[in-house]
């Protein structure tokens, strides 16, 4: 069974850009979360996505949002993209939001310059 | 709030020693609580999952502890090996996210 699969695996872009980053669930899986790791801390929650809905936002600013599709792989996008923004994003997926194993992707590697 | 704490930060052992990796959290309300293994630059691999009504889980060398009452949990790793080493993730589940702690760096030289 293929895991929880992310594109691109690594992306360079140029402060004030825009970026769109992918994820696919384990087959089965309905929750969608995305998170932010940067060099040396632990990931930091962005977004939660089950059956399509947000179910949960963490402390990231309007330039961050997200999307889920009917066969619930998700985009994360971020605009007007900051130095600080560079990050290891990784997405998880779990059969539900709350109570069970979260799975989750190799991650996307971001730089901004 | 909920903050989660894991001591030590960094860990080096010589190969075939008895590990303890300790994860603190500071609110008890919690669904579970997850450990994981990090390799750099890597996603992250779920190694134990513990429910917040059960005490301990078990995986090959692995076992963990919850004490919820008293906000705990402890990573057991016998007979440690060199592929071990990476970074330890512990995080508890808390509505609709998990909260990870900073992590335990191992490294077991042989």
């Known amino acids: 069974d293929a895991g929880v699969t992310q594109s691109p695996t690594h992306l360079i872009k140029t402060r004030g850009q825009h970026v769109t980053l992918r994820c696919s669930p384990i087959s089965g899986h309905k929750s969608v979360s995305w998170y932010q790791q940067v060099l040396g801390q632990g990931p930091q929650f962005i977004f939660q996505y089950y059956e399509k809905e947000e179910r949960g936002r963490g402390n990231f600013p309007d330039r961050f949002s997200a999307r889920q599709f009917p066969n619930y792989s998700s985009e994360l996008n971020v605009n007007a993209l900051l130095l600080g923004d560079s990050a290891l994003y990784l997405c998880?997926?779990?059969?539900?939001?709350?109570?069970?194993?979260?799975?989750f992707g190799q991650g996307t590697r971001l730089t901004v310059v | 709030k909920q903050e989660v704490t894991q001591i030590p930060a960094a860990l080096s052992v010589p190969e075939g020693e008895n590990l303890v990796l300790n994860c603190s959290f500071t609110d008890s309300a919690i669904y579970n609580l997850q450990w994981f293994r990090q390799d750099p630059g890597k996603g992250l691999t779920s190694l134990l999952l513990?429910?917040?009504?059960?005490r301990e889980q078990t995986s090959g060398r692995l076992n963990a502890s919850l004490d919820k009452s008293s906000g705990r949990s402890t990573l057991y790793i016998a007979a440690s090996q060199p592929g071990d080493s990476a970074t330890y993730l512990c995080a508890v589940s808390n509505t609709d996210k998990l909260i990870f702690g900073t992590g335990t760096r191992l490294q077991v030289f042989p």
């Open positions: 998880a997926s779990s059969f539900d939001p709350l109570n069970t194993e979260a799975f």
């Open positions: 513990i429910q917040s009504s059960q």
